[in-house]
């Protein structure tokens, strides 16, 4: 028998033993769950009985932001059919009264869950999923884009280097994401230019997100000397890329050496203080603030883990490799459930929309987590697109035996993805663009030319 035959059935014996002897899997079973289910009731708002209550309006919208189709025609068709089967009257597959319900449900609803999703995770994760028994959170921005309204840019204005019409609003994202689950604990969004659009402003509004005892990863975006100063006042540990104005000036001569290319250094406190600072926390941040700078893996590394002996060289280059999966989890919430491009037309619609897009995620985390703690492997090994596929069919098959929820795990640990330490791939696209040109001029004043002149020669 070749070894991953055997290995599938190890993994499928255990899997059903543990779940027919244990029913420790029942408490990660969400959406049917009586803590979830509470959990929602609680943050119900008051309506009277529709066509779409607040429940099913949340699941169809869930279901939206899962589907590749992901038009309110679509969706509303698929509620139309279900109740057809079911037996039930006969409703309109316009899609006015879902868009009015959408608009019903509460933003802090759909937050909240999503928040609420991470706790249920984080909270009971086992502590070999840790780096050291220490919880790693990993941060990290990404940029979507909105629909091209006048609501949607003002709030979230396009590029100035863009023509009006021609553009499209932008959104910043940061997300704070555990590494051993791959949950987003917290999400804070703003414009991508203005006062407060960095990331490291976006950040700062979610520290109360960090516990005691955490290790932030990051780019170089974060290793500023007040983050730094934050982050050791919560009792948490950072390590980040050195910050590009510092990146030159680095001289590991100085200091005290605790190795080749690493030591620790003393940095004193900016003599400016930022406009985002009150006088109060200036005159209380320290002085002066104690680093460990490393050259690792082609970067320089800055990182509050002062003692070489209890953290060598070695193990902050390896942890810090792991920063590359929140690159992964981004891609797998803008391209794979297709965030990267939100389809509401106000600001209000569109972050509830975002927060959709993040709570639907956390569920698929959720049974990877599931599949992975009783499978005896970590969460980020079954394949994301594999379980969102897997999770799509359980749905639209309209059956929830508890007794066949272990098969679900079993499919979803059988396909995992492979190692692959150091791959580079180029950022291009082999496959050619279709031969239309950019948009110019604003669409109106396009098609207006149109009309008079027709379409040019070679589009015809």
């Not at 070894?3 to 059935?9: E, S, Y």
């Not at 543990?18 to 420790?24: E, I, L, Q, R």
Request: aromatic letters at 8%; proline letters at 6%; one cysteine or more.
């Amino acid at each position: 028998m070749h070894p991953d035959q055997r290995a599938c059935i190890h993994q499928q014996k255990g899997i059903t033993t543990y779940t027919t002897a244990s029913d420790s899997y029942a408490f990660f079973s969400l959406l049917t769950g009586p803590e979830f289910l509470n959990q929602v009731e609680s943050l119900l708002p008051e309506h009277r009985e529709r066509l779409f209550p607040p429940t099913e309006t949340l699941s169809m919208f869930l279901a939206q932001a899962m589907s590749a189709d992901r038009s309110c025609q679509n969706i509303v068709d698929a509620a139309a059919v279900k109740r057809l089967m079911g037996e039930l009257p006969i409703c309109s597959t316009h899609t006015g009264a879902y868009c009015r319900a959408r608009k019903r449900l509460p933003l802090d609803m759909v937050s909240t869950l999503a928040r609420y999703t991470r706790r249920m995770m984080t909270e009971h994760t086992p502590d070999s999923w840790h780096w050291r028994g220490r919880p790693v959170r990993l941060v990290d921005g990404a940029i979507v884009t909105l629909p091209d309204t006048e609501e949607n840019q003002t709030v979230y204005p396009q590029p100035r280097s863009q023509q009006p019409g021609l553009g499209f609003p932008l959104c910043r994202v940061v997300g704070i994401v555990c590494l051993a689950s791959g949950a987003v604990l917290d999400a804070a969004l703003g414009p991508c230019r203005g006062k407060g659009s960095d990331e490291q402003s976006l950040l700062r509004a979610m520290l109360s997100t960090l516990d005691a005892g955490d290790l932030l990863l990051g780019d170089a975006f974060y290793a500023t000397y007040f983050l730094l100063c934050a982050l050791q006042a919560k009792g948490v540990d950072g390590v980040f890329e050195q910050y590009g104005s510092r990146r030159g000036s680095t001289d590991f001569r100085q200091g005290e050496r605790l190795g080749p290319r690493d030591h620790l250094i003393e940095i004193d406190k900016p003599k400016v203080k930022p406009a985002w600072m009150s006088q109060a926390e200036y005159d209380q941040t320290p002085d002066r603030l104690k680093v460990r700078e490393l050259r690792a893996g082609g970067k320089i590394l800055v990182t509050t883990l002062l003692c070489s002996k209890s953290t060598s060289k070695a193990a902050l280059k390896a942890l810090y490799r792991n920063r590359w999966q929140v690159e992964l989890d981004i891609r797998n919430i803008k391209t794979t459930l297709g965030m990267e491009t939100l389809s509401c037309c106000t600001p209000e619609m569109a972050k509830k929309e975002l927060w959709v897009y993040l709570l639907a995620y956390n569920l698929i985390r959720l049974r990877l987590a599931q599949a992975a703690l009783l499978a005896d492997i970590i969460p980020r090994q079954p394949s994301f697109k594999h379980t969102l596929q897997l999770w799509i069919v359980w749905q639209k098959s309209g059956r929830y035996d508890i007794d066949k929820i272990d098969g679900l795990f079993i499919l979803i640990a059988q396909q995992q993805v492979g190692k692959q330490p150091g791959r580079m791939e180029p950022r291009a696209i082999k496959r050619r663009p279709k031969p239309f040109p950019l948009l110019t001029k604003p669409r109106a004043i396009t098609r207006e030319n149109i009309r008079k002149n027709g379409y040019p020669e070679k589009f015809k």
